[in-house]
């Protein structure tokens, strides 16, 4: 992820100077340096004490987030940070209360919301063209999952996989009051454990919502969401590589993507470019720290109703961006 975001802050966002990448692993961060034509180093402090440096792109495994969050926030360098920020709440909180204390932007990586259909679809919904919500649908499937290695430190398929859907779901039709959720392991327990899962969710409106999550599709990275409305349905999502069925002998085939990277290539720009105006013009960031720490407590709300076989209901506190989750 960090040499997406690196390549394009070097070549895609005009309003972004890539100052310098760090990676602990020497390799990786001169192979990426030198591809990038960019000073490159070893040591994060290198990022802190760079006057050059406004803000840093966090992109490092998951469990290192936070701290580097607090780093940055003390050296009064922006932040743009994958999610999600902690695998736990009270490190999430010390992390968001970190940005607010040292005056830093801190947005959260849920770049959905930056791709171009998303965002049409919200801008419409929102324009209430679709009426009321009925109900809200998103499946969010990679082709195969990632390396035991990246499964093991991201924390379960909720707060590393689902925490995207509850967050457009939050995004798209608005806050959620309960999650009953179901998961499987069947294409590897013993290593990979649960890679299969799907939500049911009642929104606060009443509305309802399904999400299927799965690490081994097998046929394609596949994400998208539809919401039907009183009035409308909307369906989002392009997951083919280019718009064209290709039929022959009897057989109609498209070209699935095969990652995020590639599915979602023109939203992690957007994002990107999104936040370097929101440091430029001193603007609220469009994903905040509050929306990242909701999303994580609906993993977590998910988590436990699958362990303990019953529906979550969650408690919220304020509205919009200081809402604050947790579980009755
Ligand atoms: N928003 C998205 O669509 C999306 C997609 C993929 C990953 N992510 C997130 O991005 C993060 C990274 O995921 P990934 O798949 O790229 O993982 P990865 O393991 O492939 O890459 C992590 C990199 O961080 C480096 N690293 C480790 N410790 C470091 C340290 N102390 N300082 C600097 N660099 C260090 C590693 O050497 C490695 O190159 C995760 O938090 C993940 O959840 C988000």
Redo the contacts with the bound molecule.
């Keep these: ?2 040499r997406r975001h690196a390549s394009n802050a070097r070549y895609k966002v005009g309003s972004v100077d890539l100052i310098r990448i ?4 020497p390799s ?1 961060a001169a192979e990426v340096g030198e591809s990038l034509n960019v000073a490159w180093s070893t040591e ?1 402090d290198d990022l802190l004490t760079d006057p050059m440096v406004d803000a840093v792109v966090i ?4 469990p ?2 936070a701290e580097m969050v607090k780093l940055c926030a003390a050296a009064s360098k922006h932040i743009l940070c ?3 920020i902690a695998l736990d709440v009270e490190t999430t909180v010390e992390a968001i209360e970190a940005a607010r204390k040292h005056n830093v932007k801190l947005q959260v ?1 849920f ?1 959905r919301r930056f791709d171009p259909a998303w965002r049409a679809a919200f801008d419409r919904i929102q324009a209430g063209e679709l009426g009321e919500v009925y109900q809200f649908h998103s499946s969010h499937r990679d082709l195969k999952p ?1 390396s035991l290695e ?1 499964v093991r ?2 924390g379960s398929i909720f707060v ?1 996989a689902a925490i ?1 859907d509850f967050d457009i779901a939050r995004w798209l039709v608005g806050e959620i009051d309960e999650i009953t959720t179901f998961g499987a392991a069947l294409s590897n327990p013993d290593q990979l454990g649960l890679d299969n899962a799907v939500s049911v969710l009642r929104f606060a409106s009443g509305a309802l919502g399904v999400i299927d999550n799965s690490r081994v599709a097998g046929y394609g990275y596949d994400c998208r969401s539809e919401v039907m409305g009183s009035k409308a349905t909307v369906r989002i999502g392009h997951p083919t590589q280019t718009d064209i069925e290709w039929l022959a002998d009897g057989h109609e085939s498209v070209d699935f993507v095969r990652d ?1 990277a590639e599915g ?1 290539a023109e939203a992690y720009g957007l994002e990107l470019s999104d936040f370097a105006e929101a440091v430029r013009l001193d603007k609220e960031v469009a994903v905040s720290g509050e929306d990242g720490l909701a999303a994580f407590v609906l993993g977590t709300a998910a988590e436990r109703s699958l362990a303990e076989g019953r529906t979550v209901r969650l408690n919220r506190k304020g509205t919009g961006r200081t809402v604050k989750y947790s579980m009755a």
């Design positions: 992820m960090g760090v990676d602990a692993a990786v994060f992109a490092a495994p998951t290192l987030h994958e999610k999600p990586g770049h990632p990246r430190a991201s590393d995207h995020f979602f």
